[in-house]
């Protein structure tokens, strides 16, 4: 590529950072579409953790992701602001696998009201009576559920709406059930297979109404009758409307985050990345002269370009994940030290600036590869295996050390063979030296 054509696309570089920046930017004020998702540790809120009991789910990724989805909706519901709601599994490597969901609360600091925004949404499952479970309960009148009934596999995940009905003989308040299509296809089957069984429905664990199946049930209707008062259903339709979990969950743990901590960890986190690349910035101009400039342009490029990746995606910046961004800048600059090493190499030969600078990437190339590799594996290992924090810190870092492969490969080439010369000097052969040598 000649030397006008090098030209050419820096400018077009600089033009597509320096709009993007523009984005960043404007992204940053209020009502924006992609303003940057802070967690808990750097803003003000509650963190609680719960723990689902997934031991009777067969599938157990639709059950969290249909957990995760309808405890959103319920805290939506009570207008939180911009509440981070995700879903983990513990134990990978040690064989106790735990999954977990977690829930954080910007802007509420009082964990009680956190675990009321929560609620305990009701658990609605329904029940095959076994055979000899009337044996079974006259053997052992404390015997469990499971010991009594057979799981069927329609439960709360597959209802649409609940309503609250009055039975038109006697005026006892009812509980209307009514399923989505896939809900109306698994009833419908359930009807159709086992008339003359017992069909009972579980709240909670506990047996609210035990009704004999007479016939197929095909509309995707069905009724809760437990000898509720009109605000006992009013209160269990409510419940239930705002979702009805497909698994049960127990509150693990909880923290709660001040403002002023969130605040400085924050402000910390960011002082640390400024005064981090200033001295970068310092030591690559010293250092490898008008080389380490362009570097450190370069390095720009390479920050502005990791933020609007964590605004697209979005990723949620913790401290730990402000740690790997900031950690993944000095990375970002060991791919141009090492072209700007083997680039002096090849001038300390007597080749010339632009063939030096040619040999220096492609001799450099394998080292850089190799390396990024193995921290890009390192990165996936540890959002694979970790929790959430350290999830965060992964997948910064992991981010950061792609997008460096890209600016230090292609931008700081780019920069460098815009403005190599073919006509060479003494002087021009010292800015592009570096340390202590000027040849």
Do not use: C
């Amino acid at each position: 590529m000649s030397a006008r054509k090098y030209i050419v696309w820096s400018l077009i570089l600089i033009l597509v950072f320096g709009l993007l920046g523009y984005f960043l930017v404007r992204q940053e004020r209020p009502g924006a579409k992609y303003p940057f998702r802070l967690g808990l540790d750097l803003k003000s809120g509650t963190e609680l953790v719960y723990r689902a009991d997934t031991s009777k789910v067969e599938d157990v990724g639709g059950a969290m992701e249909s957990l995760r989805t309808t405890i959103e909706r319920r805290i939506n519901a009570f207008g939180v602001a911009e509440p981070i709601i995700q879903t983990e599994s513990a134990g990978l490597v040690s064989g106790n696998k735990e999954e977990r969901l977690i829930v954080e609360l910007p802007g509420v600091t009082d964990i009680e009201e956190a675990k009321n925004l929560i609620g305990k949404t009701p658990v609605l499952e329904f029940y095959l009576a076994k055979p000899n479970g009337q044996a079974i309960l006259e053997a052992n009148p404390n015997a469990s559920l499971d010991e009594l009934f057979t799981p069927t596999g329609l439960t709360g995940r597959y209802l649409s709406r609940a309503s609250v009905i009055f039975d038109p003989t006697t005026q006892a308040a009812l509980v209307g059930l009514n399923f989505n299509s896939e809900g109306a296809d698994l009833f419908a089957k359930l009807t159709r297979e086992h008339k003359g069984e017992i069909l009972a429905i579980v709240l909670d664990g506990a047996v609210l109404s035990a009704p004999v199946i007479q016939d197929e049930i095909t509309n995707g209707q069905a009724q809760i009758t437990g000898r509720f008062t009109p605000d006992e259903a009013k209160t269990l339709v409510r419940d239930l409307n705002y979702g009805a979990l497909p698994v049960p969950i127990s509150l693990s743990t909880s923290q709660t985050i001040g403002a002023s901590l969130g605040e400085a960890a924050l402000y910390s986190g960011v002082r640390a990345g400024i005064i981090g690349f200033l001295a970068l910035a310092l030591f690559l101009i010293l250092w490898y002269r008008l080389p380490g400039l362009l570097a450190s342009l370069a390095l720009v490029s390479y920050i502005v370009l990791s933020l609007v990746i964590f605004k697209m995606i979005p990723v949620t910046l913790t401290a730990a994940g402000l740690a790997g961004f900031i950690l993944s800048i000095g990375m970002a600059v060991d791919a141009n030290v090492l072209i700007f090493e083997r680039t002096k190499e090849e001038l300390k030969k007597g080749k010339g600036i632009r063939e030096s600078l040619h040999e220096g990437f492609h001799r450099a190339w394998l080292s850089i590869r190799d390396s990024n590799i193995a921290s890009i594996i390192t990165a996936i290992v540890l959002f694979w295996l970790g929790t959430s924090a350290v999830k965060g810190f992964a997948l910064t870092l992991g981010i950061g050390v792609l997008v460096s492969m890209f600016t230090a490969i292609t931008v700081s080439r780019t920069f460098l063979f815009a403005i190599a010369p073919r006509n060479e000097s003494g002087f021009k052969r010292f800015l592009f030296s570096n340390g202590f040598h000027v040849k």
